[in-house]
């Protein structure tokens, strides 16, 4: 079970930006600019400490969320999507004219017992 995933779409620019830029990382922070819309940066470009909390991989990228946000959103399965417009961070697919967003859905009870049932993430 997983609680991160990515749509087919949002797929497609995120291998377009790895081929570009390498390692990244998307991380959530619930803080400024665009709120609680999930950054791409490159992997040593963000500056990770003990409260982030790694929530999975999607197509090889390691996705975080600040461990505040992610009391808010423990509960909660989220899909990773892409849509035209600019947000106002500094992530990457930004000159593209597109920004990454989330879609969010209740954890089924089998996926809220697999997945915060003594674990952290």
Known sequence: ??????????????EQ??????ELIFHQS????????????????????ESDVLLGTINGVNFYMNQDQFEYWKHTH???????????????????????LIHSRLLTKEEEAFLNTNKKS
């Open 1 to 14: 079970m997983e609680r991160i995933a990515i749509t087919d779409k949002a797929s497609k620019i995120l």
């Open 78 to 100: 989220l899909t990773v999507d892409i849509t035209e417009g600019r947000g106002a961070s500094f992530s990457l697919e930004i000159p593209l004219g597109l920004r990454f």
């Open 30 to 49: 619930g803080g400024c600019c665009d709120g609680s819309a999930p950054m791409l940066f490159e992997k040593d470009d963000m500056y990770l400490d």
């Open 17 to 22: 930006l790895k081929q570009k830029y390498g």
